[in-house]
């Protein structure tokens, strides 16, 4: 039966806009909604219909290849547009279906964690978060980049102080990161001032073509790919502008945390490889320096220094961001290696990492909802209080590792080959011992959970208390999608590969 | 020497930029980082603006016609059509010169997302001084090492 | 907290009276003012944003010189979230309507019977919802900071 079929011609047709229009509506009628129900029910249909939109996009670019859509019918290069290509429609899907599980994850978690008074405005946060994550990935036009970027950042950063109700860490953490993410984005938009000046134009495209035009630019086009890629950065969390990261991850509501890490950095990944391919190009003297010796430098470093500082945390949480910065080294390296392959292998891991975290830390906040569980210590013995939670953190975390039939192992696999096919066997040897630090960092937690006993709460051990089934759904969606990866079941790794490799093809293709 | 002078606006918005950057890193005060983040980004605005300024041009507001006549809004009826000649049009219709206008629309936008950067930025303050009852960071970080020692005693 | 006999500018005490009498003759103005960059937008410099924040200016103004409460009476906070709820959906509903006549979304020209009356009036529909978003939530900020800490008393100046 032809999938494609079942949706509307509209939907199609429209389908770009309409996937950041209605949770940007949506966003704005839940803040005046009296009740938390309707709210949660607002955000769960609206993520729902994106979700079921980005798929039928997906499904319409393999068939009919890219599509432009014009913004009130003003065709590019003056208006704007957006744009589903073989890069895009992968991620939107990613981050509509992300955004589905944690607002299923988040009834039960955010009873718990946010006031009572703030519970529809906090949906409305995350559905205008959300709508600015779709926005930035599918637009074509740069200074619409910027303005989406700061929509979802400024709703985020509001997002994360909402944990205050839980820890007050939360309000210093959210001061931090936004102040890095202004001057991220602040420095993103130098660099749209310099690239505008140099081209003339704000169209993704139209400025592919000039630069081309041109052989890559005068020195201001040079400036402004130095600006764009700091800012990005920040945003990335690139290994030595990631000090916002951790406390961010921390100590935001655990729903915050989920879609943050697996869609935030995301998002900002894809304009990297957006930018530095797409309109900048590798052939470019500079943009082939730049990456070849600072993306893969910061990427080796931080994949290095973030496992070993992952090792040393005493917070779970924690322990995870600093992992999720070394996993944002793989995809720069695969980045910089700018091959067919590499890039391949990157946009895998960017793919398959969101399926990880996203798994890891929707178990994470299950802890905490039943036993306040942060420390890596309290782990002790929870494979015997909460065996099905327990499990689905065990999958994700073996994938992260990188262990064989999981989506870490075909990443890893792919990225090493791709090093190894360009001569770089050092890069090889950095993946594996990363890998290593990796099983040191979530062995330990596995082991107490494992091999310890049961904590004794009031005098008697603690009984068995399984996290609700709204949370246990979308963790085992992620575990199972983790392991169908990496073994190929309903051939789902080839599905993911061939995504992978389009992208790759699309961005090397030069052009956009 | 002389390309200070002619490009004096670049030196401007360099000298504001490297300003508020340092206030930024160098305050530990929570308000003085977000005056020198407002300092930052109002240099982008002017970077922006400066850019726009055609030499010798007009404002760019269409000067032939004035008023409910249908003539002001043929360019964008125009333009509506077929985007991709309505600028061709519009050049060939009138001699005047006009500086360029889209930098200050995007401008526009840069300076809502700053206020309301700033507005959350004071806000978090706001929050910060009534948990913490401080605003400086050596003291707040003084606080939460206290926080996280009593944390663990227990 | 200041007593409304000690507000009311009858009171030949006041020493706020010049500010008092020449306020309330300018604020009308101000509001008028950002109605006039509003709808003069369509052919000169002006439009929701600038007007949004002149129309806020002028409650602000009314707050600072006859004190918060006043302005709550005159501007409740509970139009804040209304006003910027309904903002979003002026701006967002004409683009769906464009949509529902067959356009692209934001495409004014569906909008009437010929193009250019559909772009005069989108352009209108929109910055009224630019407008109304922008005056609330510039009243917003203010409240938000504003009933943060007591009233200034009279001494205090």
């Known amino acids: 039966m032809d999938v494609l079929s079942l949706f509307p011609a509209w939907l199609l047709e429209h389908g770009a806009a309409f996937a950041i229009v209605l949770p940007l509506l949506m966003g704005a009628i839940t803040a005046i909604l009296p009740s938390r129900t309707l709210a949660w029910w607002t955000a769960f249909i609206v993520t729902l219909v994106v979700t079921v939109t980005s798929f039928g996009l997906v499904l319409n670019m393999l068939s009919e290849g890219a599509t432009i859509y014009s913004m009130g019918g003003w065709d590019p290069p003056h208006g704007i547009s957006l744009v589903v290509d073989a890069l895009s429609a992968p991620v939107l899907l990613l981050i509509s279906a992300m955004a589905v599980l944690t607002v299923v994850y988040g009834m039960p978690a955010t009873v718990a964690e946010v006031e009572p008074k703030k519970r529809a405005p906090f949906y409305a946060a995350f559905l205008i978060c959300f709508a600015g994550l779709m926005g930035m990935v599918v637009t074509g036009d740069a200074f619409n980049v910027f303005v989406f970027l700061e929509v979802s950042s400024i709703s985020t950063y509001a997002l994360v102080a909402m944990g205050s109700a839980r820890d007050r860490r939360a309000l210093t953490a959210s001061y931090n990161y936004l102040i890095m993410g202004s001057i991220g984005a602040t420095f993103f938009v130098i660099g749209l001032g310099f690239l505008y000046m140099e081209t003339g134009t704000l169209n993704m495209a139209d400025m592919a073509r000039i630069l081309a035009d041109l052989d890559g630019g005068s020195r201001v086009a040079k400036v402004a790919f130095g600006f764009i890629i700091v800012g990005l950065g920040l945003k990335l969390a690139m290994f030595p502008l990631h000090t916002w990261l951790p406390g961010a991850y921390a100590y935001a509501p655990s729903m915050m945390t989920i879609f943050l890490a697996s869609t935030a950095t995301k998002a900002a990944l894809y304009l990297l490889l957006r930018f530095s391919f797409t309109i900048f190009d590798p052939s470019f003297d500079y943009v082939g320096v730049l990456m070849k010796y600072l993306l893969v430098g910061v990427g080796i470093v931080g994949m290095i220094f973030a496992s070993l500082q992952a090792i040393f945390q005493t917070d779970v949480r924690r322990t995870l961001a600093f992992s999720s910065v070394a996993q944002v080294g793989y995809m720069l390296l695969g980045v910089g290696l700018a091959t067919a392959a590499g890039l391949a292998a990157g946009y895998l891991h960017l793919l398959n990492h969101a399926i990880i975290k996203g798994g890891l830390f929707l178990a994470l906040g299950a802890f905490w909802y039943r036993f306040g569980i942060t420390r890596i210590d309290d782990f002790e013995g929870l494979s015997k209080t909460m065996p099905l939670t327990m499990a689905a953190f065990t999958v994700s975390a073996l994938s992260l590792i990188g262990v064989p039939f999981t989506a870490g192992f075909v990443s890893k696999v792919n990225l090493a080959t791709a090093a190894a096919d360009k001569g770089w066997w050092w890069a090889v040897g950095v993946i594996v011992v990363t890998s290593v630090l990796a099983i040191i960092y979530m062995g330990r937690i596995l082991l107490l959970a494992y091999f310890g006993d049961a904590p004794e709460i009031d005098g008697e051990k603690a009984k068995r208390n399984e996290a609700p089934l709204m949370m246990l759904v979308p963790m085992w969606v992620l575990a199972i999608m983790s392991i169908a990866i990496g073994s190929n079941i309903f051939n789902l790794g080839d599905n993911f590969v061939g995504a992978a490799e389009a992208a790759a093809r699309l961005l090397l293709g030069g052009g956009a | 020497m002389s390309i200070i002078f002619e490009q004096y606006n670049y030196a401007i918005v360099i000298i504001l930029m490297m300003t508020g950057l340092y206030v930024v890193f160098a305050s530990r005060n929570l308000i003085k980082k977000l005056v020198g983040l407002s300092i930052f980004q109002t240099s982008v605005f002017l970077l922006y603006i400066t850019i726009g300024k055609v030499s010798g041009g007009q404002p760019p507001i269409i000067v032939e016609s004035h008023g409910a006549d249908h003539a002001s809004l043929e360019p964008v009826l125009v333009a509506a059509a077929n985007a991709k000649d309505a600028v061709a049009h519009a050049a060939s219709k009138s001699d005047v010169l006009y500086s360029n206008p889209l930098p200050h629309v995007l401008i526009l936008t840069a300076i809502v997302v700053g206020v309301a950067t700033l507005a959350i930025g004071l806000a978090l303050v706001v929050r910060i001084r009534e948990t913490y009852g401080t605003i400086e960071e050596d003291e707040i970080e003084a606080l939460d090492y206290q926080y996280n020692l009593e944390g663990t005693a227990d | ?157």
């Open chain 3, 1 to 157: 907290m200041s007593n409304p006999e000690q507000q009311s500018p009858d009171n030949m005490q006041d020493p706020h009276l010049i500010l008092r009498i020449i306020s309330k003759f300018l604020i009308p103005f101000i509001a008028l003012f950002a109605f006039y960059v509003q709808f003069h937008g369509d052919f000169g410099p002006g439009g929701g944003f600038q007007a949004g924040v002149i129309l806020a200016a002028s409650v602000i103004l009314y707050a600072l010189i006859f004190g918060l409460d006043a302005a709550k009476k005159a501007f409740p906070p509970s139009w804040i979230r209304i006003g910027m709820t309904i903002g979003v959906l002026l701006y967002g509903g004409t683009g769906v309507l464009a949509w529902i006549l067959g356009g692209e979304f934001l495409n004014y020209s569906v909008l009437a019977h010929d193009a250019a009356h559909g772009q005069h009036y989108g352009i209108l529909a929109i910055e009224l919802g630019v407008l109304t978003t922008v005056a609330t939530v510039m009243v917003a900020i203010f409240y938000a900071f504003g009933s943060r800490q007591p009233d200034l008393q009279n001494e205090d100046w």
